[in-house]
């Protein structure tokens, strides 16, 4: 079992920058696939990113493709969300979430733990 803690999250004026970090417990972090959401206000929570657990490769949503990247640090059982050019559609509660899988996976239904989430606020 995976428990997972995001930070980093906070208001930024658009077209600034934050990351988002994801720290998990337990030993067997390397194993899991790790994955970001993002639910905004009145919304379905949506993809953002994954990475696989090597970190050899990654997944992203249109909308944050070339502004967004996903990254992870396995020896610190961290994985991280550099956010940059944001935008106020950006504006969201940010989920970290793990798989017991390598495959990257899009969907929520393909994630087994999940984060309490962090806000993240772009102003205008």
């Known amino acids: 079992q995976v428990q997972l803690v995001e930070s980093g999250g906070g208001l930024v004026q658009a077209g600034g920058s934050l990351r988002l970090s994801c720290a998990a417990s337990?030993?067997?972090?390397?194993?899991?696939?790790m994955g970001w959401f993002r639910q905004a206000p009145g919304k379905e929570r949506e993809f953002v990113a994954a990475?696989?657990?090597?970190?050899?490769?990654?997944y992203y949503a249109d909308s944050v493709k070339g502004r967004f990247t996903i990254s992870r640090d396995n020896a610190k059982n961290t994985v991280y969300l550099q956010m940059n050019s944001l935008k106020p559609e950006d504006t969201a509660v940010y989920y970290c979430?793990?798989?017991?899988?390598?495959?990257?996976?899009?969907?929520?239904?393909?994630?087994?733990?999940w984060g309490q989430g962090t806000q993240v606020t772009v102003s205008s």
């Open positions: 979430a793990a798989r017991n899988k390598y495959a990257l996976g899009n969907t929520k239904a393909e994630y087994d733990y």
């Open positions: 337990g030993r067997t972090f390397r194993n899991y696939t």
């Open positions: 990475i696989t657990t090597s970190g050899g490769s990654t």
